[in-house]
């Protein structure tokens, strides 16, 4: 038996070791107060749909050609309606294509979750005159809007936070939005137990996750030299870039059970 537990310890370690050196950092441990609404919502959230967009065979080409790593959709997806025709007489053919100047990649650095990101509800039972505990439950009071965002404004900041959003969804495996909404009357069955002559207080929070890195900016040129196709990338600079992104339809619980009114 010993044995047997020390070969699976080791086995254990390989795999994670292997995760690690390929990049795939650890999903982040959800505590056992968060609550999945996204039944019980009386607003329905549009589901972000944001998957990695494929680049063509053309724009792959390019991006592969690029000095600089390019990976914002949007700057993908502009390659993906391009072509260029080769022609056995394009010898002597030269032109230089400006595209912009574009968000090309960001680097996430840090992601954190903040659980109790913003309090939304509160329920209170007053069980200070009654004669056996009595249940609470929660029930959201009021519809409410829960709002992130970037901390400090940045060149095309739609693409910026499209490129964030993507990877802290990758790294959190959690369901995030820049907007969600809990809606008036929302409910959870989960009973909170309040004792006699106590009052009892149920906090409801929205959690949101953390994103810090940096984003890398340049002009983007599209360079044709006889049947020859590259991107050439001028002018790169580096930003730091943080956001608020919280999390959809899931809500971090507080119960606790006062003397007196708070």
Not at 13 to 40: C, H, M, R, T, W
Request: hydrophobic share 35%; charged share 20%; aromatic share 10%.
């Amino acid at each position: 038996m010993r044995k047997w537990s020390f070969c699976c310890l080791i086995s254990v370690f390989i795999v994670y070791s292997f995760a690690l050196a390929a990049g795939a950092a650890p999903k982040q441990a959800v505590p056992n107060s968060i609550v999945d609404i996204s039944k019980e919502n009386t607003y329905p959230n549009p589901t972000q749909d944001l998957p990695y967009l494929q680049p063509s065979k053309f724009a792959k080409q390019l991006t592969n050609s690029s000095n600089a790593k390019i990976e914002n959709p949007e700057l993908i997806r502009l390659l993906n309606e391009s072509s260029v025709s080769s022609t056995p007489f394009a010898i002597g053919y030269r032109a230089t294509i400006y595209l912009g100047q574009w968000p090309l990649n960001y680097q996430s650095l840090e992601t954190s979750t903040n659980w109790e990101y913003q309090k939304i509800n509160t329920n209170v039972l007053d069980n200070r005159g009654g004669n056996a505990p009595q249940k609470l439950y929660y029930k959201q009071e009021t519809l409410k809007h829960v709002r992130g965002g970037l901390t400090a404004q940045v060149p095309n900041e739609e693409a910026v936070k499209k490129m964030m959003l993507l990877k802290a969804m990758k790294k959190t495996n959690l369901p995030l939005a820049f907007s969600t909404v809990v809606g008036i009357g929302t409910k959870k069955d989960q009973p909170y137990q309040v004792p006699v002559k106590k009052l009892g207080y149920l906090y409801a929070y929205a959690p949101a996750v953390n994103e810090k890195g940096k984003v890398t900016y340049g002009e983007v040129y599209i360079v044709l030299k006889g049947n020859k196709k590259k991107i050439v990338v001028k002018n790169v600079t580096t930003q730091g870039v943080g956001a608020w992104i919280p999390v959809q339809d899931r809500l971090s619980f507080s119960f606790t059970v006062s003397d007196q009114p708070r």
